[in-house]
């Protein structure tokens, strides 16, 4: 991945690493360490294109895993759910007490999503969706599929592991953290959805500054 080398000095970057972890945002980290906005906001694009770059080479799940779509951004009148207009649909991969995987699709038809699963989750793995169509295939394919039924959730005991809260609760996480950017470029959006994939997998801060500073040395930037 070739990039040109980052002309900040080690202690800027460095500085601009932590802020990053934070959370803070481009421009007020700019403001606390006296760099000039546009190289803050550059050097913030850099981390995130290295992140996305690193987590798509992730391993594939297996065991226990929850599929789910979600959407982001758009305008709040209109339709909403999974026809909803101006938004970005997302669709998302999490391994129970373990990591996630999120990716921006064109749609949440089965002819996009099955070969994400196919190709993200092991063979035999037990995996938990809604009742979305999409996912119909799923029934006679090499996976364990196990429908929610919200109507039934956590009746007795067999029920209560028949949920896709893990990956509902990722997306809340990620709809908060967005929301302080105050509207994102579409183009730029992937970029950010693996920035909330990053924090969700690389748990403390000290492991994620840790994990970013191993991966810039990496690339180089």
């Avoid at 906005?37 to 799940?61: G, Q, V």
């Avoid at 982001?72 to 129970?96: E, M, N």
Wanted: charged share 30%; proline share 3%.
């Amino acid at each position: 991945m070739a990039r040109r080398r980052c002309r900040l000095s080690s202690y800027h970057q460095g500085k601009l690493l932590e802020l990053f972890v934070a959370g803070t945002t481009a421009r007020t980290a700019a403001d606390l360490t006296g760099v000039n906005r546009h190289s803050a906001t550059l050097f913030y694009h850099k981390i995130r294109d290295m992140i996305a770059y690193e987590l798509e080479d992730e391993s594939p799940f297996g065991g226990e895993v929850e599929v789910d779509e979600s959407y982001f951004g758009g305008h709040r009148k209109g339709q909403r759910g999974r026809a909803a207009a101006g938004k970005v649909p997302v669709f998302g991969i999490l391994k129970r007490r373990g990591k996630v995987f999120t990716k921006v699709i064109a749609d949440a038809s089965g002819d996009t999503l099955i070969p994400i699963i196919e190709r993200k989750v092991w063979p035999d793995s037990i995996v938990y969706s809604d009742s979305w169509t999409a996912y119909n295939s799923l029934d006679v394919s090499g996976f364990h599929h196990l429908r929610v039924n919200h109507s039934k959730e956590y009746v007795d005991g067999e029920n209560r592991r028949n949920h896709i809260n893990g990956i509902e609760n990722f997306w809340n996480q990620a709809k908060r953290h967005l929301r302080k950017y105050n509207g994102i470029p579409k183009e730029h959006f992937p970029l950010f959805l693996k920035e909330c994939e990053f924090r969700f997998n690389f748990g403390s801060p000290a492991e994620q500054l840790n994990t970013l500073g191993k991966w810039k040395r990496k690339h180089l930037i």
